[in-house]
Structure formats: C-alpha cells, structure tokens
C-alpha cells in the first residue's frame, strides 16, 4: 500500500490561512453568495420596502377619506332632522330628505308592482296617498255635508270624511330648489291600482254621490247630473286605457273623403297642467288626484308652494303672485315644462285648479283630430280649445275651458316666448288666454274648431247645468259677453249645449262637485235618483 506523506508544519500552517480567508469572505458575502448576488438581493429589498410604503399610504388615505364621509353624514343627518314627515319605504336617513329629481327613467306599462325598492328610491312618493279619514258618525255620514262648504274654503271646516282637511295632509316635504317631479307617478298608480299599502288607488267612491245631489247638498236641483244624462255625456273609454276608439268623420264640416265608422288606435300621450295655489292643495288638487288626474300621462300642479306628493310645483316668475299677473305665471310653466318635459308627451293640456276634465275623451278628440289630417302633434303645430272671438278683436282659446298645445306648437313657442312686441313678454295681466293666442297667431298657429259632426262643442267655459240652462238675452236685457264671444258661429241650447265626447267643464269649485261628477260618469248608472 501506499503511502502518502505527512504535510510539513510549514504547509499546515498555510492550508489553515487559506481556510480562514474563504471563511471570512463567505460572511462579508453573505454567507457564500457571490458579489453580484449581494448586489441583486440587496437592490430587490429596497423595492419591496418602496411598494410597502407606497401601499401603506394608499390604505391610511382611504381611511381618513372614510372617516370624514361618515363625519359628514353624521353632521347632515343631525342638521335635516327637523320635524314630522311620514316615513317611506327605502329608509331614507333623513326624517325630512330633500328630493331634487325623481323623474323615472321610463313610464309605467302596467305589467307588474311598480313599487320596487329602486323606484321608491327614485321617487319616495309613489304610492303615496293620505290616510282615509272616517267620519265619527260612522253610517251615519252622508257626502252631502261637504257640499255645503263655500267654494272659497281651503277644507278646514270640512266634516271628517270629505277627504278636503289639510290635516289629514299635514307638512309638505322639501324639495331641493332645481327639482325636477316625477309627473308619471299619478298616473302608474291609477294604472296599478293600488298605493304601495295595498289601497285602493283611486279611492273609491261612495255610491251617494251618484244620487241628485245640488250645489249645496239638497236632492234637487242637480242640474249638472241632469245636463250629463240629457245630453248623454259618457267616457270614450276607462281612465287609464292605452288605446282610443275614434271616429275620424265626428268633426265639425269633416270633408266626405274622411274615414267613417270606427277605429281603434293607440292613446297620445297628455300631459295635464293646473295652475293653483297652496291653500287649494288638501281640497282641489287632491280631488283631482283622487279621481280624473291618473288618465292623464303626466300631472302636476303649479302652485305657491312645492309638494312632491301630489305633485306640485313652486315656480319664480316675474311680477307678484297674483290673478292679475297670470300671464306670467303661465309662461313660467310653460318654460319649465317644456324644458324638461317636451319630448316625453304628444300634447299639453292646461288649466285652473276649478275644472274637471276627462282625460280618455281629450285623447279620443286628439287621436281623432291627426287621424283625420293625416298629421303627428309632433311636427304639426295646433292650438286646441273652445274658441272665442270677441267682435273686433283677436281670436282665443278660453283658458277657463282648458286650451291643448301639440308638441310642435309648444316648441315653436319656446322658441319665440321672450318677443316683447309679439308675445307680449313682459306683459302683466290675468288675460293669458288672450296673450297666448296673440303670440301663436303671429306664429301662424291658429285655434282648432273642436266641435262636433252635429256642431256641438267639446269644452267648455262653465258647469254642465249653466251649459244646459243657458239662454241669450232677450230684446230689452243686456247684452251677454257669452253670446257675443260666440256671435261667429252661434250656441246651440238645451241638450245640444254639449258633445257626448265632451272634455272638459269649467267652474267646477267643490271638491266634492269633482267627486260627484267623475262618479256619475265613471262608476254610476242611470237608477240613482
């Protein structure tokens, strides 16, 4: 075998210093990874505490901006919490919320509960509608009671039961001062049928009121009931149909070449607009709502003070607020409604808060009237309502009656409304019938002859029974402005005073009147004596 020398001392001692200068080099290298190694992880750990530190700030940034978001919906809620307003379906967090727009992104089709918890975000008021007050009489009330109210009462002295009490109201709730109202919500709850309780929408009506009930309450003297029977007034079709039976060739002189018989077309879409005040809110504008409003698409009031409720709405305008200064008052509305709601309806209808319409007729008359011209209220401009042409003067629609803009017609008015000499800009006057009328035929808008086939007339400037009742003066009495107003083409008397298609009535200051008279036409037959 063999074998290998022992190393000298000397070699030992330089085998020994080489290992102990490897050994140091591993530690300064980091524990025998070479220099470039070093370098790479060192550079990697400056990174990582970079993105640590980067991320860390990220986080204590969205803290703090949690933190004051939940500060300042503290301090927001503490400072709205004034007062009583009823609570609504979504929980809002304030007790008096303020709504700025709760227009619904489309109408209501009737297919199924519009009540969503979406939508009652969107508006709060859908669905809404006051608490039926009972009468403590119990079977013992009778409607006739709230007939014998003045026409001025704002519902204060009204019985339990009337449905006109501004209790029974209370409070309207705020609204931000750019809002805009959903003026679909009448509408989609009489499509529905209920609120969103479950109650009956509308409301119904006691069968009283289908009985001879006079101005005042007595059993005689109904001659409003008796005008709607005589001349054989009845609805074209129920309040919230979606299509219309016309007949093309019922219109005054219709040429021979007009279709005859009937056809059934799809309903234009109307918006009704009623110029009030707020003390008219518990009693008028609520009987509108509880009965003939919800067969127009869109509704709302234009008042003195806001409601998203009802809806109404409080516009500036120029000049006081006052019967005197209506003209302004109506172009306000006319500019608001056509700035937001211009492309959403076919035709606008207006009016006072003292006239009872019937909404299913005014759109038989319009889908009639485009039919028979071959026409779209879109493009083509009418001007539509119960003429009147004082002698020597400017023809007009009568703004008591209720007059009807087409699209178009709006259009090309809020295009021209400011024309101080020709629309009468700055105008302060209660004449906005005539103002309107004015401004339109400078625009070559003329008014539209709404009679009948037989010349007998669709709206109308006062109440039912006035109409059947009417007589010209005789020889030796004064004149009658009525009479003179309709010199041109005259006024059929008696039963013939009125269309059975008829639109519209004006005078109708009782909210218990507008009751009384949407039953006999909605819900009553001809036994009720």
């Known amino acids: 075998m063999h074998r290998r020398t022992a190393p000298s001392l000397a070699a030992s001692s ?32 400056y990174g990582q505490r970079i993105l640590v530190l980067t991320v860390s700030l990220i986080i204590v940034i969205l803290i703090l901006v949690w933190i004051g978001a939940m500060f300042h919906l503290s301090t927001t809620t503490s400072q709205s919490d004034e007062g009583r307003v009823p609570a609504i379906r979504n929980n809002l967090l304030n007790d008096k919320p303020k709504i700025k727009n709760n227009k619904p992104a489309r109408p209501y089709d009737g297919s199924k509960n519009p009540y969503t918890s979406t939508a009652l975000a969107q508006n709060p008021y859908l669905g809404w509608q006051p608490t039926l007050t009972s ?12 007939f014998k109210a003045t026409p001025k009462s704002d519902g204060t002295d009204q019985p339990a039961g009337c449905r006109e009490n501004p209790n029974e109201l209370g409070d309207a709730p705020t609204v931000e001062k750019d809002w805009i109202p959903d003026v679909t919500m009448v509408r989609t709850m009489a499509m529905y049928g209920k609120d969103k309780d479950g109650n009956p929408f509308p409301p119904p009506l006691s069968n009283e009121l289908c009985e001879n009930i006079g101005v005042t309450g007595g ?29 093309p060739s019922n219109h005054y002189e219709a040429t021979a070449s007009v279709q005859k018989g009937t056809i059934d077309v799809p309903a234009p879409k109307i918006m009704c607009l009623v110029y009030t005040m707020a003390d008219a809110h518990a009693n008028r504008i ?3 709502r509880d009965t003939w409003a919800g ?30 200064n209506m003209w302004q008052k109506v172009r306000s509305i006319w500019r608001f409604v056509g700035t937001n709601y211009l492309e959403e309806f076919d035709w ?3 009016g006072g808060d003292d006239l009872f319409v019937m909404p299913h007729n005014l759109k038989t008359y319009l889908a009639s009237l485009v039919y028979k011209d071959g026409t779209d209220p879109k493009t083509k401009e009418y001007f539509v309502g119960r003429r009147f042409a004082p002698g020597g003067r400017d023809p007009f629609n009568s703004g008591g009656a209720g007059y009807t803009l087409s699209q ?15 629309c009468s ?3 302060r006057t209660s004449m906005e019938d005539v103002m309107i009328a004015r401004c339109l035929t400078h625009l070559g808008i003329h008014y539209t002859d709404t009679r009948d086939a037989n010349g007998r007339e669709r709206f109308h400037p006062f109440a039912p029974g006035t109409h059947l009742h009417w007589q010209p003066p005789g020889p030796n009495e004064e004149a009658d402005w009525y009479e003179e107003y309709n010199k041109e083409w005259g006024v059929l008397q008696g039963k013939d005073c009125c269309a059975p298609d008829s639109v519209s009535f004006h005078y109708i200051k009782k909210a218990s009147m507008v009751r009384h008279m949407h039953a006999l036409i909605n819900s009553c037959d001809d036994t009720a004596e």
């Open 348 to 350: 606008f209808f207006i």
């Open 219 to 247: 059993k005689n003297g109904d001659s409003n009931k008796q005008c709607l029977s005589e001349a054989m007034i009845h609805r074209t079709g129920p309040l919230t149909s979606e299509t219309v039976s016309i007949t």
């Open 135 to 146: 009468s403590p009489l119990g079977s013992s009330f009778s409607w006739r009671q709230c």
């Open 286 to 288: 609520r009987s509108m």
């Open 408 to 422: 178009a017609t709006l259009r090309k008015f809020l295009a021209n409304m400011d024309d101080a000499q020709h």
């Open 295 to 324: 067969g127009c698409n869109g509704f709302l009031a234009f008042s003195t003070e806001s409601d998203p409720r009802l809806p109404t709405i409080s516009l500036e305008h120029e000049g006081p607020e006052s019967y005197d």
């Open 14 to 45: 330089k085998v020994a210093a080489s290992r102990e200068r490897r050994a140091r080099r591993k530690v300064q290298n980091g524990n025998g990874l070479n220099r470039s190694s070093a370098k790479s992880k060192s550079a990697l750990g």
């Open 425 to 427: 800009a700055k105008a």
